[in-house]
């Protein structure tokens, strides 16, 4: 008799995982792609450019991270890692964990958020509404192995966003992030972009925008714009690792290390902004659309004027295309508040100047 070796992982507890998951992403319309209202003077004066925002804050979820949480679930079943009793775990405190943990109470699945233990109670409490639990670790440089612990401990899986971000998501098509901007872009003036901008956190999203691009043989350029005390920025300039060692003040972009989804070599340009920058233009932005946009937005928006002013200089006609990442009510109690902003010692009026030239006449200072 042959010998026989069975894993014991129920196939039909994956398929109907997957089902549900499927079935989910089929109940909720694509996101919103929002042309920006740039100023009419432009316009009479013969400049021909336009600023999309691909508005991600209107997913369940509310952020972008939720097709990067869905794309790890995905990758995680059909690799066999996730079975019907598994923990999953996650090294996040931000809205990676808060999509994380919508995906496994739709799968029924316990989910455990590594995080420090300095994470602000509303970040928590976010995490905690969809179901889950969260472990907190002293230092932010602790979180990944002791995600790896706990998920060796409990039998678990540690999805590892900051590893898989990159190989997760489809980046050939089948409705990524990129394939709908192209798709939503269609029928524009410029319906080929002339720049994609967006900021590094895991790296997954420009990873995937970046191959799609050569892919599809378009002549956009992709920027990953940057903030304050991130390692992205530094080391693609550098052509090295660097690690600062200080983590990014803007939630949800920046980190102490290069992460290992980023990849410097999909990426034809990188933009640091300063932290001022980002606030200042969340707010500018917040005001301009009626409606709050999160700081990672005022990042990526910041990037999206510095390129649409060289377009003006240089006379070049186009589009350009950055992501409404998440929603500024999250932070309503930070950004937004004076008093915390400048107790991380952020003074959003140095950007205020730069923003009001911008405005007035395309020009970037």
């Known amino acids: 008799m042959a010998d026989v070796a069975d894993r014991g992982r129920s196939r039909d507890w994956v398929d109907n995982a997957v089902r549900l998951i499927e079935a989910d992403a089929r109940r909720s319309a694509d996101t ?16 021909d450019v336009q600023l999309y925002l691909k508005d991600e804050s209107t997913h369940i979820t509310g952020s972008l991270k939720h097709r990067l949480a869905r794309s790890l679930f995905l990758y995680a079943l059909c690799n066999g890692w996730i079975g019907e009793h598994t923990t999953v775990v996650e ?113 997954g999203t420009s990873a995937t925008i970046g191959r799609y691009i050569r892919y599809r043989r378009h002549h956009t350029r992709l920027c990953v714009v940057d903030p304050e005390n991130s390692a992205f920025y530094p080391s693609y300039a550098e052509g090295r690792e660097v690690v600062t060692g200080a983590p990014s003040r803007i939630e949800g972009i920046g980190r102490p290390r290069v992460e290992p989804s980023f990849l410097p070599d ?81 003074d959003p009026e140095e950007g205020v100047s730069t923003l009001e030239a911008f405005e007035r006449s395309c020009t970037w200072s």
Request: glycine residues 10%; negative net charge.
């Open 32 to 47: 919103h792609l929002l042309r920006y209202p740039l100023p009419s003077a432009w316009s009479e004066s013969g400049c």
């Open 91 to 203: 090294a996040s405190s931000g809205s990676t964990a808060v999509s994380e943990a919508y995906f496994a109470a739709l799968l029924g699945l316990p989910f455990i958020a590594v995080m420090t233990a300095s994470t602000s109670p509303s970040k928590i409490a976010l995490i905690e509404a969809q179901g889950g639990r969260c472990h907190f670790v002293d230092r932010p440089g602790e979180v990944y192995a002791e995600a790896q612990r706990l998920a060796d401990e409990t039998g678990g899986h540690y999805l590892d966003q900051f590893t898989n971000a990159e190989r997760a998501t489809d980046w050939r098509g089948n409705n990524n992030i990129a394939d709908s901007i192209y798709c939503q872009m269609r029928d524009e003036t410029h319906p080929i972009p002339a720049w994609i901008v967006v900021g590094a956190g895991t790296g």
């Open 266 to 346: 999909v990426v034809d340009r990188m933009i640091r902004v300063p932290d001022a920058g980002s606030v200042a233009t969340a707010r500018h932005v917040s005001r301009v659309l009626n409606r709050r946009v999160g700081p990672s937005t005022g990042t990526n928006v910041w990037g999206a004027f510095c390129l649409l002013s060289e377009m003006v200089a240089q006379g070049q006609s186009g589009s350009v295309v950055t992501l409404l990442a998440d929603s500024g009510d999250r932070y309503t109690d930070t950004y937004f508040c004076d008093d915390w902003v400048t107790s991380i010692g952020i």
